[in-house]
């Protein structure tokens, strides 16, 4: 598979006013015009079913008019004053999402329950029903579309990827099999290629879209064991750091493996996992007859934003000849940049990598990807057929996705990723990036400056994380759960403030506070915000402790 080149900017839309960038809209047919009229059947039709014209009798005028009639078919002008109506909400939603709180969920819970109720029968009017969308269910959230949103990994929202989903939804095409929309598969195939080409992969390599980084991992996991272990796999044991994503432990249940065979290998000071210790369990599991065949590694772990030895870790399972899985769900996308390349070194090496568009890409959530390296490995794992399929490809360059993954029936995942590309380039993403390994580096040289701070994880990419450690609470072990309390009470008076929304994490036996830069529309500006809230709350819970 050749990995297209990711695309320049659409020219279209460059300098253009908005009405001559709209494509010409087919006429309207004309009444009595043959478009207008039920179709006939042809002659080829009625030489083959004799009779058909008496069999299918043409519907009635009554029957016509209740179709006609039916909420559910919407005329093209219903629909875009349907459409009309719901940006008349987005359009200022998403204009004042700086002046929003970064998170309110105060009284939350009670306006769920109010939302509970029976199936309706009777149909709402349209603005009650945005209202009760805008006005109570949205507001009382975290703001994740928001520029304040610095918490877990941030999930970005891109507008334009709205837009794809919009027509992906209305256009209904299915393009789990090639041959049902050839097009439309292509233009996903190609968004696949892009990554796969992203990572340095060959071009046998081969992947597909999902729901996020937990089904990209569990299809990662599925596809190793066919190709690393036996038909009765249970002996097999899988490696991970302490630090990696509870989906990968998930992935092992779905799998088919029990808890224990998944070894959680303890991570060095950076929070990387230890390539000693990971030599020594594979050691003991194979003399206790076990069966190694899998190793995780982070690249950009939720915690702290780790990036485990890629390069190392190729060597040692190419030794042992276990299958590298790179979980990149949050760090994969900084290939875009130099220092993103610099810093996953390696990753080409491994024999699949997850990638979630939805946090470094910035698209909305439910866009994951997996990439394989040996793309053959993923119809192994995952083909299977049936009388009532229509006909596979048989052509390597036509993909049937639904012979590579677990999923028949799914969505048009592609288009949400294919055409923000295709209109911005992916020159805005490379710049945005960029701005974001920048703004964490700012911040964390920012706090280091502010008494009592102590920078826990260096951002790697643009996660850190960092606490209060007064002197006067460090060192005496009596003093630990003190100090937890302490920064907990720091984190939320930082959150009442309402201008960012920062979240925490156990690292080891101490309470962190994490900030991840990576929302598209967090700039200094906000950053700055940050930094003022954490200073004035430290002053605050430092008085309030001590």
Known sequence: MVAPALPRPSRLLVGLPADEQRAPRPAEPRPGSSAMTERQPSEETRTAIPGIEEAVPPPSDERLA???????????????????????????????????????????????????????????????????????????????????????????????????????????????????????????????????GLAGYPQAARGLLTSGGSLANFTALVTARRERLPEQFLAGTL???????????????????????????????????????????????????????????????????????????????????????????????FLLTERGRQTLAGIERADSIVLDPHKSLFLPYGTGALLVRDGAALRRAHSVTADYMPPLSDDDELIDFCEI???????????????PLKLLGAAPFRQALDEKLDLARWATDQLRAVPEVEILAEPELSLLAFRLAPAALAGAA????????????????????????????????????????????????????????????????????L
């Open 405 to 419: 993954s677990p999923e028949l029936s799914r969505p048009f995942r592609g288009l949400g990723v294919w055409l």
């Open 66 to 196: 209740a179709a006609a009639a039916s909420p559910l078919e919407l005329s093209g002008a219903a629909l875009r004053r349907l459409v009309d109506a719901a940006m008349d909400r987005i359009a200022p939603h998403l204009d004042s999402l700086p002046h929003q709180p970064a998170a309110d969920t105060e009284g939350a819970v009670a306006v769920a329950r109010s939302l509970v109720e029976p199936l309706p029968e009777r149909p709402a009017p349209l603005d009650e029903v945005l209202e009760l969308l805008f006005e109570r269910a949205v507001p009382k959230s975290f703001n994740t579309a928001g520029p304040g949103y610095l918490a877990y990994i941030p999930g970005g929202g891109l507008p334009h990827s709205a837009v794809a989903d919009l027509i992906a939804a209305a256009v209904n095409r299915y393009v789990g099999v090639f041959a049902a929309a050839p097009a439309l598969a292509q233009l996903e195939a190609n968004v696949v290629a892009w990554f796969a």
């Open 239 to 333: 490696y991970a750091s302490d630090q990696a994503h509870h989906s990968v432990q998930k992935a092992a249940l779905l799998a088919g493996f029990p808890p224990a065979s998944v070894r959680s290998i303890p991570s060095d000071a950076a929070f990387r996992l230890r390539l000693d210790l990971l030599e020594e369990a594979i050691a003991a599991d194979r003399s206790a007859g076990r069966e190694p065949f899998l190793v995780v590694a982070n690249a950009g772990s939720v915690n702290t934003g780790a990036v485990d030895p890629l390069g190392p870790l190729a060597d040692l399972c190419a030794r042992h000849r276990l299958w590298l899985h790179v979980d990149a769900a949050y760090g994969g996308f």
């Open 478 to 545: 009596g003093n630990r759960d003190r100090l937890d309390r302490l920064n907990r009470d720091w984190l939320a008076r930082v959150n009442a403030r309402r201008r960012v929304y920062l979240t925490g994490t156990m690292l080891g036996d101490r309470f962190a506070l994490r900030i991840c830069v990576l929302s598209f529309r967090t700039h200094r500006d906000r950053v700055e915000q940050a930094l003022d809230d954490l200073r004035a709350a430290a002053r605050e819970a430092l008085a309030a402790w």
